[in-house]
């Protein structure tokens, strides 16, 4: 079965740290996203990355920064966390004309 | 600006009922559709996609594409209580990034 897995299901950490998403998927696809999900605002997109070393910024960008060192791996760094990212990360995966594949989400609280 | 607008709902059905979720969308460049289910707390899953004009089906599950009118429509047929969950659409262009809608809650009461 494909998988998209993230590093963590639930993650609390303190304003100001440096903290680091991973994101691996196992389906050779070329395409990788980073979304965040909150109550009323549905699906933003923050960064993604159609080939390896290759990053776009999304929608909200400000605040992460990402790396795709490898194909199969996508991380979002969040260079100094705030409150204000409180929220739900989900990393997807696909191919070009495809649908998403998403990892199980990372719910992230910033105290 | 690209817009997928699809009503929140919550769209309540009774147990064995058809559902119907819309969906608009207003690139008329649009060319690849797709149907997500997320249950509260969980990631989102494709469960359909659609490229043509018509209708599409699989198992309880029909996809409707109206290129023209630019809505996509999702039919849930005999709706199972299993089936109540948030269902997002998401609309590609000529990029590979898709547009989501905010999803429409269904709930599938016994």
């Known amino acids: 079965d494909v998988k998209v897995t993230q590093s963590s299901r639930y993650l609390v950490k303190r304003t100001g740290e440096k903290v680091f998403l991973e994101c691996v998927q196992d389906m050779d696809h070329e395409n990788m996203f980073w979304y965040r999900q909150d109550p009323g605002l549905g699906l933003r997109l923050i960064y993604f990355s159609y080939d390896v070393k290759m990053k776009e910024k999304g929608d909200i960008p400000e605040g992460y920064s990402v790396s795709r060192e490898k194909k199969e791996r996508f991380s979002l760094i969040l260079e100094s966390a705030s409150t204000n990212q409180t929220s739900m990360y989900l990393c997807?995966?696909?191919?070009?004309?495809?649908?998403?594949?998403f990892g199980s989400g990372t719910r992230l609280t910033v105290v | 600006q690209k817009e997928v607008e699809q009503n929140s709902g919550p769209l309540s059905v009774p147990e064995g009922a058809i559902a119907s979720l819309n969906c608009t969308y207003s690139?008329?460049?649009?060319?690849?559709f797709f149907w997500y289910r997320q249950y509260s707390g969980k990631s989102p899953e494709l469960i359909m996609f659609i490229y043509s004009n018509g209708d599409k089906e699989d198992g309880r599950f029909t996809a409707q594409l109206n290129k023209a009118s630019q809505y996509v429509s999702l039919l849930i047929r005999d709706s199972q209580p299993s089936d109540s969950a948030t269902y997002l659409c998401?609309?590609?262009?000529?990029?590979?990034?898709?547009?989501f809608g905010r999803g429409t809650s269904l709930i599938v009461h016994p």
């Open positions: 998401a609309v590609k262009g000529g990029s590979y990034i898709p547009t």
């Open positions: 997807a995966s696909s191919l070009s004309l495809s649908g998403y594949t």
């Open positions: 690139d008329r460049g649009s060319q690849s």
